[in-house]
């Protein structure tokens, strides 16, 4: 199944494997064998307790099957309501087990056999990955993701997810509300169904990004077998059992690295690499700055359809190499995630183009949280985490004080943690008289 999950991420990329490849690894995507109707029966109604007709009316045969679960159409006895149930292939933990166990092994002997290959952190990587996986294996998280992205998606125009049904969701099976649609590889039906490729692309990729940015919470598993064009012409999204979560501060720095390719400041792209570590501090900021325009300059000068992605990676792959970059955990989701949904956009509309179409999201975004608006929010913010200390700031200040007229007498505790606090509340209150000042 880990394979499987690899040829799902090359079967969104024509342009590095070819149309012909990409199309033919587009059956790992929800076309593969499934297991028999009656033990996916039989699990539901283990995991529900109750006979499976005394819940549904109907329960249809598998109607997509994947690397870890397959998907049955079912009508509610109580309600008539339409569902989708997704339910985990039968001994699937033991097959995955296998396969991670067998790339930590393969990890080791790359890291053993080439010094070099250590800065991509291969272990770490499989650590991640297998994190990941286990959490894909329980549906019950899978079910909270899926309830956590509708809520923050709710009011985006011409995207949709599914919601869940809660009571018929459980470690091995989980119910949606079923969302009628033609899948995003399809795009014979989609033509035929009179629906604009080139905007649905450009709406793929907006929002990837914006949910990146905005709520530092995205879908991290975006290929075509897990996106649907409903009749109105909505994107709906399918499968929760992989989302990406981004902290404030790693929002932040990747908008600035987006805004700045778009505006082609190559040097403001590479002070922000050094800035959050992305790059060693003896490295040169100038000749990073000179290599990142080698990467974009051809990118943005050249017809989208030309441009070679394969070419481009392994490009990529030297600069990093060259700066002794190495692999970030935290952003693996991210980077997969991106280059995934571009392949996407661009095998609806072979003209998109990622910088263009990026660009009013990131524009908005670094308005919003890059400026004078952030300064003053992380200001306030910061102010109501050292009011919970106000009560107590007399009482550190005098311990602090007392340790430093007594320099023989061993310290209870630490002080550093404390003088810090103080420093910064009282230039916390400094800040505050100042923008008081400023505003009478």
Same mark, same amino acid.
């Given at each position: 199944p880990a394979y499987i999950k690899f040829?799902?991420?090359?079967?969104?990329r024509a342009d590095v494997v070819g149309p012909d490849l990409a199309k033919e690894l587009q059956v790992l995507q929800d076309k593969l064998p499934p297991f028999p109707r009656a033990r996916a029966m039989q699990v539901v109604a283990s995991e529900m307790e109750r006979p499976v007709d005394a819940i549904f009316s109907d329960f249809s045969e598998p109607v997509a099957a994947a690397s870890i679960a397959q998907v049955h159409r079912a009508t509610l006895r109580d309600t008539g309501k339409d569902v989708a149930i997704k339910i985990l292939r039968p001994g699937i933990e033991r097959a995955f087990q296998?396969?991670?166990?067998?790339?930590?092994?393969?990890?080791?002997?790359?890291?053993?056999?080439?010094?070099s290959s250590r800065r991509l952190r291969p272990r770490d990587v499989i650590e991640h990955f297998e994190s990941t996986v286990w959490q894909e294996l329980d549906l019950r998280i899978e079910a909270s993701a899926a309830g956590e992205y509708y809520a923050t998606t709710l009011d985006d125009p011409g995207f949709t997810v599914p919601e869940v049904e809660w009571f018929l969701s459980s470690r091995r099976m989980m119910t949606l509300s079923w969302a009628e649609g033609l899948p995003l590889s399809d795009l014979t039906a989609i033509d035929a169904a009179g629906h604009d490729r080139k905007a649905l692309a450009t709406r793929v990729l907006q929002m990837f990004l914006r949910h990146a940015l905005r709520d530092g919470y995205f879908h991290a598993d975006m290929h075509q077998g897990n996106l649907k064009v409903a009749p109105n012409g909505d994107i709906v999204a399918l499968d929760f059992g992989i989302m990406g979560r981004l902290d404030e501060y790693t929002r932040r720095v990747y908008a600035e690295i987006l805004y700045g390719f778009i505006r082609?400041?190559? $040097?403001? !792209?590479? &002070?922000?690499? @050094?800035?959050?570590?992305?790059?060693?501090?003896?490295?040169?900021?100038?000749?990073?700055?000179?290599?990142? $325009?080698? !990467?974009? &300059?051809?990118? @943005?000068g050249m017809d989208a359809s030309r441009i070679s992605m394969a070419k481009l990676l392994a490009y990529l792959f030297e600069v990093t190499e060259r700066f002794g970059m190495e692999t970030r955990t935290e952003l693996i989701l991210l980077q997969r995630t991106m280059v995934v949904v571009e392949g996407v956009a661009r095998s609806l509309d072979d003209q998109s183009n990622i910088w263009q179409v990026a660009r009013p999201v990131v524009e908005d975004y670094i308005k919003e949280n890059i400026g004078p608006k952030a300064l003053?929010?992380?200001?306030?913010?910061t102010a109501k985490i050292l009011a919970r200390f106000g009560p107590r700031l007399p009482q550190l200040a005098e311990a602090a004080l007392l340790a430093q007229a007594n320099?023989?007498?061993?310290?209870?505790?630490?002080?550093?943690?404390?003088?810090?606090?103080i420093a910064g509340g009282t230039a916390l209150v400094c800040a505050v008289l100042a923008l008081l000042a400023g505003g009478i």
């Open positions: 040829g799902q991420i090359l079967s969104t296998k396969d991670i166990d067998a790339f930590f092994f393969s990890a080791w002997v790359i890291e053993t056999l080439s010094p082609k400041d190559y $040097r403001r !792209v590479a &002070e922000v690499h @050094f800035e959050a570590g992305y790059v060693p501090a003896d490295r040169s900021i100038d000749e990073f700055a000179q290599a990142l $325009r080698s !990467v974009g &300059e051809p990118i @943005f003053a929010r992380d200001l306030f913010a320099p023989t007498k061993p310290p209870t505790r630490n002080p550093w943690p404390e003088r810090v606090l």
